[in-house]
Structures are given as C-alpha cells and as structure tokens.
C-alpha cells in the first residue's frame, strides 16, 4: 500500500504570493491533518479534513487555509505569505478522526521556503 | 489547555548506554501518548505508543512509562546504537472526541556515539 504522499516537495516564493500544497492519503484513510514544522516551534497543528468537512484548527492566521475532496485528498492554502511562514509542511493521513486509536501516518513534507 | 514540555532537548550518549526523554502535559483528558522519531530529512515515524490505560508498554530495546498522577510519559531506549540517532518528538491527544489532533512536545536531538 503507499504511503502518504506530497507534491511538491520544495517550493521557492517571495514575500507576498501564494501557495498551494497537495497532500494524497493513504487509500482507504479518510482523515488528513497539516502539520507546520520549524526550527523554533517545532510541530504546530494547522487543520484536520474528515469526509470534506474541517474538524479542527489550529491557531494559525486566516491566511491559512486548506479543503480537503471526495476522493480524501487535501490541499492547504497559504495566501500573502510571509518570511514566517518558511516551514516544512507536513500532513498527516489516518482511518477515521477521533473516536478510537488511530496512527498518524506523515508524508515526506513540502518544504517552503519564502524570500 | 493542551501543553506538553520535552526534555531535554538535546542528549549525547555512547553507544550501548540507555537514553531517557521525558515529556510532561498539563491536560488530564489526554490519554493517547505516541512517540515519532524524524531522521535528518525523514518523516516523522510512530515508534511507540501508550494509552491512559496502561503504565508501561515495551518493544525490543524501546519502552514507554506513563504516569498519569504526576502527568508525565517517558521514552527509553536501551542499547542505543548509531542509528538510533535522530529527533524524537512525543506527542499527546484525547481520544473519543472528533479529532485526531496531535499536541507535539519540542523534541529531543539524540546522538548515539559509537
């Protein structure tokens, strides 16, 4: 079975711009959650998807966003970036969202960089 | 609220030497404790994990104690070896509500020395 994946895996912007990041569960699994990765703030809760509907979010700006679709794909949005926000992103696919003990399976990240 | 603290955050031991992590949290709710270890350029990866439930849970050189009174849960690793060299995070939720969030401790950079 594979595992969860990312694209892309690095992304260059400037100050200001956009960005979207991808994030494909493991098939069957129908819960991702985004995770921001820093140096300083270590692993920080962004949002959780489950059946297209946001379960939980972390507190982050608005200017964060993300949806998830039919199929359990996700995709989180980082609009007006700033030099913060230079991270690696992480999502994080699971069987269901709560209600029991489920693992946590973390793609390969997106690493962005913001100049 | 949901708040965990790791230390120490950074731990030098020789190879075959034991390495301890601790991590503390101050939300009696909690009750799902996993612990991912994240290789230089790696995904985080569970390693281990223990429920309210239980004190203690072992897996060859890995074990993990809870304390639920004094609100702390450790990570040991006996017979270190280079490989074991990385970033382990301890992480924290409750389980039963409607989400799988995570709570991250700051993580611990553990140096194995051969």
């Known amino acids: 079975k594979a595992g969860v994946t990312q694209t892309p895996r690095y992304l260059i912007k400037t100050r200001g711009q956009q960005v979207t990041l991808s994030c494909s569960p493991i098939?069957?699994?129908?819960?991702v959650s985004w995770y921001q990765q820093t140096p300083g703030q270590g692993l920080q809760f962004l949002f959780e998807?489950?059946?297209?509907?946001?379960?939980n979010k972390g507190n982050f700006p608005g200017r964060f966003s993300g949806r998830q679709f039919s199929n359990s794909r996700s995709e989180m949005n980082v609009s007006t970036l700033e030099l913060g926000d230079s991270a690696l992103y992480l999502c994080?696919?699971?069987?269901?969202?709560?209600?029991?003990?489920?693992?946590?399976?973390f793609g390969p990240g997106t690493r962005l960089t913001v100049l | 609220g949901e708040n965990v603290e790791q230390h120490p955050s950074t731990l030098s031991v020789q190879e075959g030497d034991s390495a301890v992590i601790k991590c503390t949290y101050s939300d009696s709710a909690s009750n799902y404790f996993p612990w991912y270890k994240q290789e230089l350029g790696k995904r985080p990866q569970l390693i281990i994990d223990?429920?309210?439930?239980?004190g203690e849970k072992k897996d060859q050189r890995i074990a993990v104690t809870l304390n639920k009174t004094a609100k702390h849960f450790s990570l040991h690793i006996t017979e270190t070896q280079p490989e074991d060299s990385a970033v382990y995070f301890c992480a924290l939720t409750t389980v039963g509500g409607a989400t799988n969030k995570l709570i991250f401790g700051t993580g611990t950079l553990l140096a194995v020395q051969p």
């Open positions: 098939s069957g699994h129908r819960s």
């Open positions: 223990i429920r309210s439930n239980v």
């Open positions: 998807y489950f059946s297209e509907t946001q379960r």
């Open positions: 994080a696919s699971s069987l269901t969202a709560g209600g029991g003990y489920n693992e946590q399976f």
